[in-house]
């Protein structure tokens, strides 16, 4: 009888010591997830930053909208929970604008209107709200595509001589087309 005790004592043990290795190796993977998790919110929080600071160097963003537009990013989770769908769809609009500012000012260089596309940027984060409680779904999900889509401007044409460069004025254009026509008689 003894023994029958003593090895249902040591299968007590061995169960207990089991499930708290298990329940050890659950709270490990855990916190590894959310750790995963935070990283890649701080990753697409420190490219919009980054990506920030390089418009405000190629002077399309002033430099006291840059912290307006990174609570996009910072903001996301104050309302929502925090769900790896969510987390797609944050780096989906951050990517979003990110490419979207990056596409107009290429063609800033092409028609030289780097003025119109500040001014959009200006009117964009006019449009951000202030509060972190109004960074909320119905924002994310249905204002902020929408603020985006408001900087896109039309396709350029395929036709390069619709545009100047920016650094020729209509003089130089003239001085060019008359000496071309010089040339030509």
Do not use: W
Not at 42 to 60: D, G, P, R, S
């Amino acid at each position: 009888m003894t023994y029958v005790v003593f090895l249902a004592l040591l299968l007590l043990i061995t169960l207990l010591g089991t499930y708290l290795v298990i329940e050890n190796n659950r709270r490990k993977a855990r916190e590894a997830e959310k750790r995963l998790f935070n990283n890649r919110v701080i990753e697409v929080t420190n490219n919009l930053k980054a990506k920030l600071n390089e418009f405000c160097e190629a002077k399309i963003i002033k430099p006291k909208y840059i912290v307006r537009i990174q609570v996009i990013a910072s903001n996301f989770f104050v309302v929502q929970p925090h769900t790896d769908e969510n987390l797609l769809y944050l780096e989906r609009i951050v990517d979003s604008f990110i490419n979207t500012v990056n596409s107009e000012l290429a063609k800033t260089y092409v028609t030289g209107e780097r003025g119109k596309l500040a001014e959009q940027l200006s009117l964009f984060v006019a449009e951000l709200p202030y509060g972190g409680i109004e960074y909320n779904r119905t924002f994310y999900y249905e204002i902020l595509p929408s603020l985006i889509k408001t900087l896109e401007s039309a396709e350029l044409s395929s036709h390069g001589d619709d545009y100047t460069h920016p650094a020729e004025t209509n003089n130089e254009i003239s001085e060019q087309h008359n000496s071309a026509n010089i040339n030509i008689t």
